[in-house]
């Protein structure tokens, strides 16, 4: 069962910042919280990963709380392109370790 | 970024025909490939991992001998769906990973649609 919460459907205005958030209180020490998006009719792709320190690439930023009982992935400048399923995975040995997927959150970015 | 290719993306067949799907990761050696399965509207589910000259380890409630898996390569993962009906039509999507120092995440493939007649 996949060790996450998050909510089932966001909306965000084309331009602004994206704030997705996700609940993992049972969270080991040595768990990491990767983020995943999956575009309607292709493979998931993976965004960022992280353990406790807060995270940015070129794609987003995470944020995980002192505790890490929670998360916010954020994306800086929502496009349209950015419409997609968003998973929230806590993982141990992150790639050799089967991905458990909830059912993410819908981010639809509107015009 | 690491790509993983999967061919074909699209496959229509009649009812008791075996596809064959592969799975490459195309600029790393992986030696972890995982076969997942969605369904209209739901969520992906692991059909069963397979690692690099084993046998794969399939979830419960997959038939083995329905879904066959070989990872005989480093860079390349096959599942053959034999003998497959109308209720085998789904979107299926591969991935992969490589052991090593740190957490490298899964990275996917584009997925294959499979529709059977």
């Known amino acids: 069962d996949a060790k996450t919460t998050q909510p089932t459907s966001m909306d965000c205005a084309e331009g602004r910042a994206a704030n997705l958030p996700c609940n993992h209180s049972?969270?080991?020490?040595?768990?990491?919280v990767y983020w995943y998006r999956q575009i309607h009719s292709q493979g998931p792709q993976y965004i960022i990963h992280?353990?406790?320190n807060n995270e940015t690439n070129e794609m987003a930023s995470l944020i995980i709380t002192e505790d890490r009982k929670s998360s916010t992935l954020i994306l800086p400048h929502a496009t349209l392109r950015d419409t997609a399923v968003y998973y929230c995975?806590?993982?141990?040995?992150?790639?050799?370790?089967?991905?458990?997927f909830g059912k993410g959150t819908k981010l639809t970015v509107n015009p | 970024g690491a790509v993983v290719s999967q061919h074909p993306s699209r496959v229509i067949c009649k009812s008791g025909t075996s596809v064959k799907i592969e799975c490459r990761s195309l600029?790393?050696?992986?030696?972890?490939m995982f076969w997942y399965r969605q369904f209209p509207k739901q969520s992906l589910m692991l059909m069963a991992t397979?690692?690099?000259?084993?046998?794969?380890?399939?979830e419960q409630g997959v038939e083995k001998d329905k879904f066959l898996i070989n990872h005989a390569s480093l860079t390349l993962s096959t599942l053959t769906v034999t003998s497959a009906h109308p209720e085998d039509s789904s979107f299926y999507i591969c991935?992969?990973?490589?052991?090593?120092?740190?957490?490298?995440?899964?990275?996917f493939g584009d997925g294959t649609r499979l529709s059977i007649l």
């Open positions: 600029d790393f050696q992986a030696t972890t």
């Open positions: 992280g353990l406790k």
């Open positions: 995975i806590v993982l141990t040995q992150g790639g050799s370790e089967k991905l458990v």
């Open positions: 049972t969270i080991s020490g040595n768990e990491y």
């Open positions: 991935s992969a990973s490589t052991r090593g120092i740190g957490n490298q995440p899964q990275h």
């Open positions: 397979s690692n690099e000259g084993s046998k794969a380890t399939y």
